[in-house]
């Protein structure tokens, strides 16, 4: 199995040794004179399996080189590739000491405790890799799958938790998503309606809590369980009767396997209005994600829900729904490790209750595009689409319903200290249905300050 991790991180680090590659000659040209040794060779050869022939390359020369950043990073790949694992993590010291934020090197050092059986030293570097918001994907992946090994052989370190606690102001345009209009006629009666206060267009200032905390346990090589829940409120200024609360419970397992991961999750959603419980879901989740190379991962998703209305005047509402879809992370080069991500799914919405549109088919799509600006800051931005049609003829509006909603988002991700976040973000709603009381737009602006933290066997770690 680690040969097969040690080969995506090969991977990893190949675009990190390309891009020494456009460096080296010019560094080499400065260092022949001075007897500096081939890099390109010795990078070739570990690149092509031949690490000890590498050292044998580069070793004689450590007195003379030790402290060129590029020199010491391939002599320690070459140390740590032939066997020499307490040798690499002295010369991955060097690199470190000369520059802090080298993540190839930080990676590698981690993989040099790991075969050392320094199960904790390599668990914090690679969480300090994991942390940074800029690392791959596939990246992220693999270094889980170190993780995963480390808590099956480190004794006694078996379970953690995560958790985050956060707050936020911000205004919503249209709190109840209604129609903007305050009239809406009725084919059926030939007669236009007023419309309720509450079913009118509304807007307000608010304030959001929240917080969350996963429990993970392993229990075998690659496979946990964890557990976890997320409560959330939010308090607006005039219009409490809109004020929400909704507490989101997990269970499930995870197994990791070379490239791939699976993922099984039962939940439930409770939604309470205004201080009474209003929605509440239970769901079947299947999520399956394959690292196709060290830039490009796959996705598959599935899900099954039973919703239920609760209140009078919405049980009709209630159904259930399955979801199925697929996608594509890909990182794409160029300055700030930018990521571009996409998905398609398609399902049904099965009315349980007498809805008056009756069964909805469903279908869309989601890209998405995310760069660092910064070490510390990240902006990102959304666009999704679904339709939904519905196979019931609506008497009153003499049509059958059809919508088509449409939704974009735009933020920035400041890390402004090591576990802590700041995220301004802007989000846009339009649903465009062809039953007027069904058709609006929205729109939310909201800024949120976040702690995230890790707690194992009782010592609280922050995390970025």
Known sequence: M???????????????????????????????????????????????????????????????????????????????????????????ERVLAVNPDHAAARLDMARAYFALGDYQRARGEFDQVQRHEGTPPAAQQTIARYLAAIEERAPGR?????????????????????????SIYVPLFRTTFTLGPNSVKAADKFLAVGGGAELAHAIGSGVSLFAGIDVKQRMHRSWDSFDNRSVDFRVGFQAIHDRDTVRLTVGRSDYDLDNAPYRRIGSLGLDLRHAADARTQLLGFAQVSEI?????????????????????????????????????????????????????ELFGARIGYQRQLRDNLDVFTTLSFQYSGYNR?????????????????????????????????????????????????????SLTARKDFRLLHGVVKGRA
């Open 2 to 92: 680690f040969s097969f991790l040690a080969l995506s991180f090969r991977l990893i680090l190949f675009l990190g040794f390309l891009a020494l590659s456009l460096l080296l000659p010019v560094s080499l040209a400065q260092a022949a004179s001075a007897g500096m040794p081939d890099l390109l060779q010795a990078e070739q050869l570990i690149r092509s399996g031949k690490a000890n022939e590498a050292w044998r390359l580069l070793s004689p020369h450590e007195f003379a080189f030790a402290g060129n950043e590029d020199y010491d990073y391939l002599l320690g790949v070459a140390a740590l590739d032939s066997g020499r694992a307490d040798r690499a993590t002295l010369v991955f």
């Open 393 to 445: 003829f609506n008497p009153l509006f003499q049509k059958y319903r059809k919508e088509n909603q449409y939704d974009w988002g735009i933020g920035l991700n400041w890390r402004f200290q090591s576990d802590w976040s700041l995220k301004p973000q802007l989000t846009y709603m339009r649903t465009d249905s062809n039953l007027g009381i069904y058709d609006y737009n929205r729109y939310e602006l």
């Open 158 to 182: 078996n379970t953690w938790v995560t958790g985050y606690a956060e707050a936020g102001i911000g205004r919503d345009s249209n709190l109840n998503s209604a129609a903007s209009s305050g």
């Open 308 to 360: 239920k209305y609760l209140q009078d005047g919405t049980q009709s509402y209630s159904s259930n729904q399955t979801i199925a879809g697929f996608g594509l992370v890909r990182g794409l080069e160029g300055g700030g490790n930018p990521a571009v991500f996409g998905s398609v799914f398609a399902g049904d919405d099965t009315e349980t209750n007498r809805r008056a549109d009756g069964d909805r």
